[in-house]
């Protein structure tokens, strides 16, 4: 049995950790961030000093992506400070981290599956800040793993899946931009293979630290996932009645921030290394709106 920390433990990947690590029978340290505050060196320093742990797992985050167009130094404390100082005091206690990033950190004009090795250039405050955080976990010298994810979805908090359910239900017609492409993934999914990850690192032998795309398979359009997302909603009796879904452009919907136009990641890296079979996001709907 090992001891874990899990930093964000409230949001939905960490709600997720929560569960599949006391399955797997490992002593969990879950902490929101009103129990640690991953912006503050001083208080990591203490929790590490007074806790002897096996492994961190960050999925603390500022996810607000348009919030962030304005409160960008919020934002940079936490995508990038935090695991700044989380990484700098794992390196101290000899202790390995893992971390999840984002697609929003590739270049937004590569129009194909984005590789590990693609350039990083990212138009928003939000991947810059997820950029930042990644470049300060490298400088560390500690060892992790980064999982660059996508389009995250799940049973615990606010998502796109349930964004649409939930204006179904008062609505005949929704407007879904459909000049983004991605892969959704669903968190209960990312969190068991993250624990399958750490499984591996804890067992002592493991060497292949570094970065890694991670995201179900399946790219879709975001209006296309939206269309999937209702005929689900009304196949499961969630949704008793037809809503159309009209393609609109990035532009005419207005969001403060850029975001990526194709987020497609090739995820072979993290296949042949771990050798696990990611998941299919359809999967994971109903439990979604059902969550």
């Known amino acids: 049995m090992a001891t874990v920390l899990v930093t964000g433990a409230n949001g939905q990947v960490?709600?997720?950790?929560?569960?599949?690590?006391?399955?797997?029978g490992h002593k969990v340290?879950?902490?929101?961030?009103?129990?640690?505050?991953?912006?503050?060196?001083?208080?990591i320093a203490s929790l590490f000093e007074s806790l002897k742990l096996d492994l961190v797992v960050n999925s603390?985050?500022?996810?607000?992506?348009?919030?962030a167009e304005d409160e960008e130094q919020f934002a940079y404390a936490v995508n990038a400070l935090g695991p700044k100082y989380l990484a700098k005091t794992c390196k101290s206690y000899n202790i390995p981290l893992i971390h999840i990033s984002t697609d929003y950190v590739y270049d937004t004009?590569?129009?194909?599956?984005?590789?590990?090795n693609d350039s990083l250039n990212t138009n928003c405050a939000y991947g810059k800040t997820k950029l930042f955080g990644e470049r300060f976990i490298k400088e560390s010298g500690c060892d992790y793993v980064i999982l660059r994810a996508s389009w995250i979805f799940g049973r615990f908090g606010k998502n796109f899946v349930k964004a649409m359910v939930n204006l179904s239900q008062?609505?005949?017609?929704?407007?879904?931009?459909s000049d983004e492409v991605g892969n959704p993934t669903p968190a209960r999914a990312l969190a068991h293979d993250i624990c399958q990850i750490?499984?591996?690192?804890?067992?002592?032998?493991?060497k292949d630290f570094g970065i890694y795309n991670y995201c179900a398979q399946g790219?879709?359009?975001?209006?296309?996932?939206a269309k999937v997302i209702l005929a689900k909603a009304q196949q499961v009796g969630l949704l008793d009645h037809d809503v159309t879904v009209n393609a609109i452009t990035q532009e005419q919907f207005g969001a403060k921030a850029q975001r990526p136009k194709d987020a497609r990641m090739n995820t072979s890296k993290f296949e042949r290394t771990f050798n696990i079979k990611l998941p299919l996001w359809?999967?994971?709907l109903e439990e979604t709106m059902r969550g």
Do not use: M, W
């Open 14 to 24: 960490g709600r997720e950790l929560q569960e599949e690590l006391l399955t797997l």
């Open 29 to 43: 340290v879950a902490l929101g961030h009103k129990d640690l505050d991953i912006t503050d060196e001083n208080s």
């Open 60 to 67: 603390a985050a500022y996810t607000a992506v348009d919030k």
């Open 109 to 116: 004009k590569i129009d194909r599956e984005h590789n590990e």
């Open 170 to 177: 008062t609505r005949d017609t929704l407007n879904v931009v």
């Open 198 to 206: 750490g499984n591996k690192i804890l067992e002592g032998n493991f």
């Open 219 to 225: 790219p879709i359009a975001r209006n296309e996932f």
């Open 282 to 284: 359809q999967d994971y």
